[in-house]
């Protein structure tokens, strides 16, 4: 069973600074890894999505890498903004699975002004 | 820009009411999901449908039941709703793998309370 791991809960970090949050996950047979973020008490929004032949992929200042051998993918943030605080949750869509993603437990960010 | 949209963003029944939450997608996509999401247990898949009249089981599809009458629209039913069923409750629509990128995007979410 695809187990997904996502520590810290939180993370508090100052403006300017910037960001990494990490995701594990127990079964390396993946087809894709996706990074989402979720502002409260709302849906999530699709931030990258990166498919198991993929190293990494950046769209702006995000920059999210994957490690299939050792089941971790890292989210970066670069020089983090007030708006960048919400949660970010990772998920992964096993072979095995279908379309079904399994998801993690999310971080919490909130970036201090 | 995907757009998929859910009927309404909060709704409070009555236990034992049926409940019917409605979600469209704009993408033609070929899959649909529902999700639950509770503090501490995280997002959790109820149903999904990979196409028109098709279904299958989540993890956690006890007490619901879903309908996909045509491809853009995916209905998520508590047939006798209870105060366990008090969550926010998430679609999401994704593309037909078939080797092509298949994100799934999701809806705003309908907060659910049921008394």
């Known amino acids: 069973k695809q187990e997904v791991t996502q520590i810290p809960a939180a993370l508090s970090v100052p403006e300017g600074e910037n960001l990494v949050l990490n995701c594990s996950f127990t079964?390396?047979?993946?087809?894709?890894l996706q990074w989402f973020r979720q502002d409260p008490g709302k849906g999530l929004t699709s931030l990258l999505l990166?498919?198991?032949?993929?190293r990494e992929q950046t769209s702006g200042r995000l920059n999210a890498s994957l490690d299939k051998s050792s089941g971790r993918s890292t989210l970066y943030i670069a020089a983090s903004q007030p708006g960048d605080s919400a949660t970010y949750l990772c998920?992964?869509?096993?072979?095995?699975?279908?379309?079904?993603?399994?998801f993690g437990g999310g971080t919490r960010v909130l970036v201090k002004p | 820009d995907v757009k998929v949209t859910q009927s309404s963003r909060y709704l409070v029944k009555r236990t034992g009411e049926k409940v019917f939450l409605e979600c469209v997608q704009d993408?033609?996509?070929?899959?649909m999901f529902w999700y639950r999401q509770d503090p501490g247990l995280g997002l959790r898949l109820i149903y999904f449908?990979?196409?028109?009249?098709?279904?299958e089981k989540g993890d956690i599809p006890e007490g619901y039941s879903v309908s996909r009458e045509k491809k853009e629209r995916f209905s998520l039913i508590l047939e006798s709703a209870s105060t366990n069923q008090t969550s926010m409750y998430l679609c999401?629509?994704?593309?037909?793998?078939?080797?092509?990128?298949?994100?799934?995007?999701f809806g705003p979410g309908t907060r659910l309370t049921v008394t």
């Open positions: 999401a629509s994704s593309n037909f793998p078939s080797g092509r990128k298949d994100e799934q995007y």
């Open positions: 079964d390396s047979a993946i087809y894709n």
């Open positions: 990166i498919q198991s032949s993929q």
């Open positions: 998920a992964v869509r096993r072979w095995a699975a279908g379309n079904k993603l399994t």
């Open positions: 993408m033609d996509h070929e899959n």
């Open positions: 449908s990979y196409d028109v009249k098709m279904k």
